[in-house]
């Protein structure tokens, strides 16, 4: 097997470890690493995917994984990286957003392999029955608060307007308690985290050294941005989710799709498997012909297949497709609107549209000034009626033309959409 620290630096992955000491470890033995996600939305999203790839690089080169879903760190939130305190989720949420978490780990991770195995825990299991004065007792009496409140976490929001409240403030006890728990429980040795998660990590493996008297590693990876230099997530507003219902699959592969050339190389180290020498025959292609985003099309292949299989990445092909005028056959009401989310749109009762003069309906709803203007658009052959040209001026929409009884795509010209929805 590679040493996966290796892969790591290799694919762009690793920013940092507590103790260089790692790479002789993962030669030398078998180790067990974990890395949380907290359960704040029913869906993991392109930012938690960077420490998914993460654990399944250590998978593949024989470790043991454990996906941390924060039942109990979820109700107070993280501070690190945010700007102003999270709205605190209910017992009830909390435990809702949890099976969707579970679901898409499931994507990824192998629970079944016979020797480097994946497992999920909840750290509301063992953080239920701890009471606060036991807590304080036992862990919080090792922590100093000059160390704490050094943690960049901490400094940049107490520097700031809304500063930062004692529940937040504790947030790196919890999580430093975690990996002791881990190391008891799972004989876990690394913990894995975005490179905000530094003073978190750091803070557990001093406790474990104080402790048990045994060094542990933290290994950071770098925070996957956008355009603008912000990083992907849910509070930044920018979240791409790994769930179909959050976000559409079509809009999950144009993400990568659009992926700016400056980026996509790094991207396709960090959120795929493929082989660096392939990567690099794509960064010798776009050099010569960027234009054709062979390397972003193969990168959204390559994504959308992992997170939502074959099927799902053929019908967003197809809805790519639609967008340059090819049949819409077997897309449903839901993938159109999908596809033609930023394209005006008009609502029309049902008697406005079915069996009416097209040239109508299309006056009606506003492609045209006039149904006159429509009937001359008809006759030049500029119309599209659900990506089929009209011949006829005095052609009417069939019952049928209504995909699902909601919706028409009106196209003039090659790029000038309209989408009618029936209501």
């Known amino acids: 097997m590679e040493n996966v620290i290796d892969v790591l630096q290799e694919r762009g992955l690793l920013e940092a470890v507590t103790n260089p000491l790692i790479k002789t470890a993962a030669t030398e033995r078998r180790l067990t690493v974990y890395a949380g996600f907290d359960p704040t939305s029913e869906s993991l999203q392109v930012g938690n995917f960077v420490a998914i790839m993460g654990l399944s690089h250590f998978q593949r080169c024989g470790h043991h994984v454990v996906a941390l879903v924060g ?3 979820g109700m107070i939130g993280d ?14 949420q909390v435990r809702f957003n949890q ?3 579970r679901e898409n780990l499931s994507r990824f991770l192998d629970f079944n392999h016979p020797t480097a195995k994946a497992t999920i ?3 509301y299991d063992w953080f239920r029955d701890f009471s606060f004065i036991a807590f304080l007792r036992e862990v919080g009496r090792h922590f100093r608060m000059g160390s704490m409140l050094g943690k960049d976490s901490v400094r940049s929001r107490l520097d700031s307007e809304a500063g930062m409240s004692f529940t937040e403030f504790s947030y790196q006890l919890l999580q430093a308690y975690d990996f002791l728990h881990l190391r008891d429980i799972l004989q876990c040795n690394v913990q894995l985290g975005g490179s905000d998660q530094w003073g978190n990590i750091t803070a557990g493996t001093d406790l474990i050294r104080k402790l048990r008297g045994e060094e542990a590693f933290g290994v950071t990876l770098p925070l996957v941005c956008d355009r603008t230099g912000q990083k992907f997530g849910k509070s930044a507003g920018n979240a791409i989710y790994l ?4 976000t559409s699959v079509y809009d999950f592969y144009q993400f990568f799709v659009r992926v700016d050339d400056a980026d996509v190389i790094r991207f396709m180290k960090v959120f795929t ?3 660096i020498e392939e990567i690099e025959d794509y960064a010798s292609r776009m050099a010569v012909a960027p234009e054709k985003r062979e390397a972003q099309i193969r990168l959204a292949e390559d994504v959308t297949r992992r997170v939502h299989g074959e099927d799902e990445l053929k019908v967003a092909q197809r809805s790519t497709a639609v967008l340059f005028g090819e049949s819409m056959d077997g897309l449903n009401a839901t993938d159109l609107q999908a596809i033609f989310a930023d394209v005006p749109s008009t609502g029309l009762v049902a008697a406005q549209v079915a069996d009416q003069p097209l040239a109508n309906v299309v006056a009606d709803a506003g492609l045209c000034k006039s149904r006159g203007e429509a009937r ?10 659900n990506n089929r040209r009209a011949e006829d001026p005095d052609q009417r929409v069939a019952v049928s033309d209504i995909v699902d009884g909601r919706l028409l795509v009106l196209r003039s010209g090659k790029k000038r959409y309209h989408l ?3 209501g």
Request: avoid cysteine.
């Open 71 to 73: 039942g109990a760190t």
């Open 79 to 92: 501070p690190s990286g945010k700007t102003s305190e999270r709205t605190l989720l209910s017992e009830e």
């Open 99 to 101: 099976e969707g978490i």
């Open 121 to 123: 825990v909840n750290n």
């Open 243 to 246: 769930n179909s219902a959050k």
């Open 273 to 275: 498997f493929m082989p």
């Open 376 to 385: 001359r658009l008809i006759q030049s052959g500029g119309l599209y009626l």
């Open 420 to 422: 009618v929805r029936v």
